[in-house]
Structure formats: structure tokens, C-alpha cells
């Protein structure tokens, strides 16, 4: 299983963008790049995913370089309600084991 | 909305005490997990299953044990609770072949045990 590594804490201003950047040095060939959001007292919740180049959806973007060995998560114009921890995880789809990191602490500050 | 609940959501018990953690989805879901997480620590996996009779320990060493008899349905029991088992315990359960692999939470147990 392919190790994570996030810095530990951030703090943006309200309406700034936000990148969060994960790296995965032995991602394997079938490996996805999955995030996820929790809030205090609650499961984490799916972002988005991606496999290579970048992917967006209604909520956040996510840019894969060619050679995969890092993630950037992108959330554009933060608001408060985006405090909360992000988690990168690293694994193919079969899903049978899912390991979160550390995550990074994402304040933001009005 | 995730169809994932546990019941209960909060339990406060006393040491040696035996406790069982619920956990449903209505999604017919194969794979379901037990996550232990400290306040403000990363979680930890402690239990999974691949379906019905499969049960496997996570990275986490825990004294807890699960059963999954039903596809729906995956208990976590401690047959004698003590105080280093307070923590939050969250249920997730995912899709086999799903596009994503998506992890559905449910809103987790928090345990106190005095």
C-alpha cells in the first residue's frame, strides 16, 4: 500500500484558494488518488478522485503530474465551513483495505 | 445521503463491562470497515470484511472482535471494556466493483469507558 505523506496543518483567509498537496512516492501502476473531508464528530466524506492530469468537480479540483508521485488538492474561494481535516489516500478501486494518514488541518480564518 | 447508521451514537460504560457498537447499511454493500479515531488523530483501521463470513484485523492491533453474518449488518464487541478503549469508532462500508471505491461513513459511536 502506497505511504502518504501531507503537511500537518494550513490556514487560509475566507475566499482564497486553497491547495493542499499529498505526496506518494511508490503509487503503484493501478493505483487511485482519492480525498476525503471530516469535519470534528463525523466520518470522513469523499471529495473527489482522480488517476492522472486533473479532475474537477462542483466541490474541488485535483491535479495529477505525469510521473503520480504527488496530488494537489485544489478548493477554490474557501469558506469557513471548509475548516476541517483532508485526507489523501492511495489504493486501487478494489477497495480492501483503506488507510488514512495523518491528514492536514485546514483553518480558515474570516 | 449515505445509508450507513451505528448505534449508539455516544456510550459511556464502567471497566469490564461487555459492549457491542452497531453498525447497519442499507446500500448492499460487500466491504465494511471499523475505524478507530482519537480526537484530533488519524484514523485507524481495526476490522474489515470482504462479505458475508470474511472478517480480517486491520493495521491496528485492537482487543475488539466483529462478526458479519449478514451483509447489512457488522458488530464490533468488547467483551470487557476498559478505559483505553475510549475513543470514536466510525463504520464505513464501500461498493466491490463500484467506480470509485467510494467509503461510506457512518456517523460513529464515541465511547467512554470509566
Known amino acids: 500500500l502506497a505511504k502518504t505523506t501531507q503537511p500537518i496543518s494550513m490556514d487560509s483567509y475566507e475566499g482564497q484558494e486553497v491547495n493542499i498537496t499529498c505526496s506518494h512516492n511508490n503509487i503503484a501502476t493501478n493505483d487511485y488518488i482519492t480525498w476525503y473531508q471530516q469535519f470534528p464528530s463525523q466520518g470522513p466524506r469523499f471529495i473527489i478522485q482522480g488517476y492522472k492530469t486533473k479532475v474537477t468537480n462542483e466541490v474541488a479540483s485535483l491535479f495529477i503530474p505525469a510521473d503520480r508521485k504527488s496530488s494537489t488538492l485544489s478548493l477554490p474561494r474557501v469558506s469557513l465551513s471548509d475548516t476541517a481535516v483532508y485526507y489523501c489516500?492511495?489504493?486501487?478501486?478494489?477497495?480492501?483495505?483503506?488507510?488514512f494518514g495523518t491528514g492536514t488541518s485546514l483553518t480558515v480564518i474570516p | 445521503e449515505a445509508d450507513i447508521y451505528q448505534t449508539p451514537r455516544y456510550l459511556v460504560i464502567g471497566t469490564g463491562k461487555k459492549i457491542t457498537l452497531e453498525c447497519s447499511q442499507t446500500?448492499?454493500?460487500?466491504?465494511m470497515y471499523w475505524y478507530q479515531q482519537d480526537p484530533g488523530m488519524e484514523l485507524h483501521l481495526i476490522h474489515y470484511?470482504?462479505?458475508?463470513?470474511?472478517?480480517e484485523k486491520g493495521d491496528l492491533s485492537s482487543e475488539s472482535t466483529v462478526s458479519r453474518i449478514r451483509t447489512e449488518h457488522f458488530p464490533l464487541t468488547l467483551e470487557s471494556a476498559r478505559p483505553s478503549h475510549t475513543s470514536q469508532y466510525l463504520c464505513a462500508s464501500s461498493a466491490t466493483g463500484g467506480p470509485t471505491g467510494e467509503l461510506f461513513f457512518g456517523e460513529g459511536s464515541r465511547l467512554t469507558v470509566l
Open positions: 489516500l492511495v489504493g486501487d478501486l478494489s477497495g480492501n483495505q483503506f488507510y
Open positions: 470484511s470482504y462479505g458475508v463470513n470474511s472478517t
Open positions: 446500500m448492499g454493500h460487500d466491504k
